[in-house]
């Protein structure tokens, strides 16, 4: 199980609403337990929420805040899931208190851009409803194309729907939707900004049309993991801050042998997805195996996640 973040200990919050947001999809207010600010955010971050003692998720905060005390957050019933959603939907009651983590932005917009498009399908809407939110109250110029099954499955459908800038598209069929993300990337300039977030599919599509684009201009945000396999060839491990050498056997990650050695390091998910456990490299290059990353900042090696991604090489000299 996850451990909480040593840099930042975990806040107790209270669940204080349950709400309806769209077919399948609650939407749950925190508020901090004596009335105190929670820290600040800004769209496309995200939270660790330890439903339970063998569950512990991640979700999107939804900007703005309720209040200066509050975080609300959407969750999706997957009943097809690893248990969390279910156990959230059909055991939280409110007034429980749960522990969550600061939030963590692995999605930023980035600031200045003359045009932005944003993507989302299904409960991808979370971290894209927010940025769109943002990009509209600063006044920029911003196109959000967002796919669901059905407008009863659409969340934020009263707030969107009447939007000239949304373009809402349902598959109410067993076809494929009239209209594809790779449509409506290719009619785009190519310095527009681009931010997706959705299902696998959805975003392999993203990645595979946004080739060629301008390097810093796309970016996706996956809400599942991509991680299959985290073993491969033993390899070293210097930790410079540390002084210690580590050797990562074939069956455990780097996140593991520094625990194992007693080295205290921040983790949460420990599937790739989160970006707790990122750490700066020194020296050698990774075999990036995480979620997060972009492939620009794949290819400088600069930084990656201990969870699940290894040294392409021998050896690997670590800010640990």
């Given at each position: 199980?996850?451990?909480?973040?040593?840099?930042?200990?975990?806040?107790?919050?209270?669940?204080?609403?349950?709400?309806?947001?769209a077919a399948g999809i609650n939407i749950y207010?925190?508020?901090?337990?004596?009335?105190a600010r929670l820290p600040e955010f800004e769209p496309g971050?995200?939270?660790?929420?330890?439903?339970?003692?063998?569950h512990r998720r991640q979700y999107s905060l939804l900007w703005p805040a309720p209040s200066a005390n509050s975080y609300s957050v959407?969750?999706?019933?997957?009943?097809?899931?690893?248990?969390?959603?279910?156990?959230?939907?059909?055991?939280?009651?409110?007034?429980?208190t749960y522990r969550i983590s600061a939030p963590r932005n692995n999605f930023r917009v980035h600031p200045g851009a003359e045009r932005y498009a944003l993507f989302a399908?299904?409960?991808?809407?979370?971290?894209?409803?927010?940025?769109?939110?943002?990009?509209?109250?600063?006044?920029?110029?911003?196109?959000?194309?967002?796919?669901?099954?059905?407008?009863?499955?659409?969340?934020?459908?009263?707030?969107?729907?009447?939007?000239?800038?949304?373009?809402?598209?349902?598959?109410?069929?067993l076809g494929a939707p009239a209209v594809q993300i790779a449509d409506v990337i290719r009619a785009l300039p190519p310095d527009t900004q681009l931010y997706c977030c959705g299902p696998e599919r959805?975003?392999?599509?993203f990645d595979a049309v946004c080739t060629g684009r301008p390097a810093g201009v796309a970016h996706r945000e996956r809400f599942g993991s991509t991680v299959k396999n985290t073993s491969g060839d033993e390899f070293q491990v210097m930790l410079k801050r540390s002084n210690r050498a580590l050797t990562v056997a074939p069956s455990e990650s780097v996140l593991q042998a520094?625990?194992?050695?007693?080295?205290?390091?921040?983790?949460?998910?420990?599937?790739?997805?989160?970006?707790?456990?990122?750490?700066?490299?020194?020296?050698?290059?990774?075999?990036?195996?995480?979620?997060i990353l972009t492939p620009e900042?794949?290819?400088?090696?600069?930084?990656?996640?201990?969870?699940?991604?290894?040294?392409?090489?021998t050896s690997l000299v670590l800010d640990l």
């Open positions: 199980m996850a451990s909480s973040n040593p840099d930042g200990a975990d806040i107790l919050v209270r669940l204080t609403e349950i709400s309806y947001g207010r925190f508020s901090s337990i004596d009335g971050a995200h939270i660790d929420l330890q439903i339970s003692s063998p959407a969750v999706q019933l997957d009943s097809a899931g690893r248990g969390g959603s279910r156990a959230f939907h059909h055991e939280s009651v409110v007034g429980n399908g299904g409960i991808g809407i979370t971290p894209i409803a927010s940025m769109y939110r943002n990009l509209k109250e600063r006044g920029a110029a911003v196109a959000l194309h967002y796919w669901t099954a059905n407008p009863l499955r659409t969340l934020f459908y009263d707030e969107l729907s009447g939007d000239a800038d949304v373009h809402l598209m349902h598959d109410v069929s959805m975003l392999n599509e520094c625990l194992k050695a007693g080295i205290d390091v921040a983790y949460s998910c420990e599937e790739g997805v989160c970006g707790a456990c990122e750490v700066a490299v020194l020296e050698g290059k990774v075999d990036h195996r995480d979620s900042q794949r290819q400088q090696h600069k930084k990656m996640m201990i969870c699940c991604s290894r040294a392409r090489d």
